[in-house]
């Protein structure tokens, strides 16, 4: 058996297999102070088996004192935490065995080449001889990182050192993987990049990602977990919570339209909208007439989208909005919180 699958890993770990029916992650009375700062006051939460769980606050929250509990990095002042059944404080070196983590600061040495900074992360997981190499090749594949494999991780891009630094935290072929804000600082391409890697890696991996960007969650998660000031105030489908709570989750459209067009779809569409502008939209191909419509909800956007199809116009881009965030917490705080 490969020593870079999992059940290798743990078998020679000596740790025992986690039971599939229980949750990867269970979180219970979170709670941790600095000084006369309470950072996590009483949080509990669970991270289903196979699932991406997004972990969502503005920042200053509490998300990533939360994670580096988890991942054995700070002790909580009170509350439980296991990891694959294991409790963190008692189990921690075989919960890191379990976790592969990616911080919000990554973890690259600029000065080593690409190759030899994966050959260091692989050793220091406690990989050995065949295992070393066949953990690079494996992280090489899954990545994308051949082209830049020879090049000093200091002269690759910012979005191929977040490669590198999500690499090490994939060497060990860990059973969960948590990553801390992995999109910050990304321009929109690599951020494009980034988020189909980590889907695509969600769909083999029990996922944990940290954010404050609504959309960032709305693209990659199955569930959510909403703090504020250091308590969980949420936890669930993004769109459950926001219809529970009042929250609006508004989306953008361009449409293939004239403005005589757009007023006769708004006219026949009995959607809410938000906000209604004219803009020209230039393709790939040729110059096109269209219309950019702010659709309040799922509802609206699927009011808009069946007028518009019966009408012949074309969705031409449809963008989730940001800047709902605080305001859906400002829903959730003021709507039945106590």
């Known amino acids: 058996m490969s020593s870079s699958s999992a059940p290798a890993s743990n078998a020679a770990s000596g740790v025992p297999a986690a039971s599939s ?11 941790k102070n600095y000084g006369e700062v309470q950072a996590l006051r009483g949080v509990d939460f669970d991270v289903p088996a196979g699932s991406v ?13 939360a994670i580096k509990i ?35 600061n ?29 953990g690079i090749d494996r992280v090489v594949v899954q990545t994308g990182l051949a082209e830049v494999y020879r090049r000093s991780v200091g002269q690759c891009s ?6 590198v630094g999500l690499a090490q935290a994939l060497i060990h072929d860990p059973e969960l993987l948590v990553l801390d804000e992995p999109t910050n600082g990304l321009d929109p391409l690599q951020v494009v990049e980034m988020r189909a890697l980590i889907r695509e890696l969600g769909q083999t991996k ?10 960032e969650i709305e693209a990659l998660a199955d569930n959510v977990v909403l703090i504020h000031q250091g308590e969980k105030v949420a936890d669930g489908p993004l769109e459950t919570i926001a219809a529970e709570h009042g929250g609006r989750l508004p989306a953008r459209c361009t449409i293939a339209c004239s403005e005589e067009q757009l007023q006769e779809l708004l ?39 069946k007028t518009a199809a019966a009408k012949g116009y074309p ?3 449809l963008t989730p909005m940001g800047g709902s965030l605080e305001s859906l917490f400002q829903s959730l705080r003021s709507g039945g919180q106590t």
């Not at 997004?54 to 004192?65: E, R």
Request: contains cysteine; positive net charge; aromatic residues 6%.
């Open 158 to 163: 910012k979005g191929f050192r977040q490669r």
């Open 267 to 305: 006219k026949d569409c009995q959607a809410t909208f938000l906000d209604q502008r004219h803009a020209s939209f230039a393709s790939a191909f040729e110059q096109v007439q269209s219309a950019m419509v702010e659709v309040d909800g799922p509802e609206g956007l699927a009011a808009l989208a």
């Open 70 to 104: 988890l991942c054995g990095y700070l002790a909580a002042d009170a509350g439980t935490v296991t990891v694959c059944g294991l409790n963190v404080a008692s189990h921690a070196l075989q919960v890191k065995q379990r976790i592969g983590y990616l911080p919000e």
């Open 21 to 31: 029916a229980a949750p990867v992650v269970s979180v219970r009375g979170l709670v």
């Open 206 to 215: 029990t996922v944990m990602i940290t954010s404050h960007v609504l959309p």
């Open 106 to 134: 990554n973890p690259v040495y600029t000065d080593m080449r690409v190759e030899d900074f994966l050959r260091f992360a692989a050793r220091a997981r406690r990989l050995r001889g065949k295992a070393v190499q066949q």
């Open 315 to 317: 969705i031409l881009e």
């Open 53 to 65: 769980l997004g972990f969502l606050g503005p920042n200053g929250a509490g998300k990533t004192t």
